[in-house]
């Protein structure tokens, strides 16, 4: 890889928001020989992450219609949300299947180009592999199955950190992790605002 090819893959991971947060990842490395063009990534894709996206977009675009309509079709929608809450319980328990041990490590950054994981094993992966990439989001019972490249190796405390672009990921999947890179800072900013206001009325 030449030096301004890895300047523009590291720039692509940049090209979206990202977030510090700690999550589980599965990743193994794919043979240059087996590495598949994106139909094949397509119909490879591991059924509970078909079921995952799919649910999720039919209840979103199933409760939509009701969220301006009071009365009645409030309460049916208050119904909805529950059963809706059921299925990603449900569907959470699936992912969770998925969720290797022997492949496991921890992702401490991710967002729409890509995530940032650490691994203890300096032998695991080398700049330019590209991996099978599953991300688990337990609190949103939601997953993402993707293809990524390592384009940068850095070792810090003891820990090698990897950061990896989307070789391949399906757009409706994209979208989703930028809405939830998005809403996690949402979550992280009211922490640190309820912080604030607690060290503020000890103080006083």
């Known amino acids: 890889m030449t030096t301004t090819e890895n300047q523009t893959k590291l720039a692509q991971f940049d090209e979206f928001f990202s977030i510090s947060y700690a999550f589980n990842i599965n990743a193994s490395v794919i043979k240059p020989t087996q590495l598949p063009n994106y139909e ?3 119909a490879d894709m591991p059924t509970p992450f078909k ?31 529950h059963q809706a809450q059921k299925m990603d319980l449900l569907v959470g328990y699936i992912l969770g299947q998925q969720d290797l041990e022997d492949k496991r490590f921890k992702a401490v950054k991710f967002g729409g180009g890509g995530v940032i994981f650490n691994s203890a094993d300096s032998q695991a992966f080398n700049t330019g592999d590209f991996i099978e990439l599953k991300l688990f989001f337990p609190d ?65």
């Not at 994209?174 to 800072?185: D, I, K, M, P």
């Open 51 to 81: 079921i995952a996206s799919e649910i999720n977009t039919l209840d979103q675009n199933a409760l939509r219609p009701l969220q301006t309509v009071a009365g009645v079709a409030g309460q049916l929608m208050e119904y909805l949300n």
């Open 140 to 204: 949103d019972n939601s997953a993402v199955y993707s293809i990524g490249e390592i384009v940068s190796h850095e070792v810090s405390a003891e820990q090698n950190q990897y950061k990896v672009i989307f070789h391949h990921i399906r757009e409706k999947d994209q979208e989703a992790l930028v809405r939830n890179s998005l809403h996690q800072q949402s979550k992280q900013l009211q922490a640190l605002a309820q912080q604030r206001n607690q060290t503020k009325n000890t103080q006083t």
């Open 40 to 42: 094949q990534f397509i």
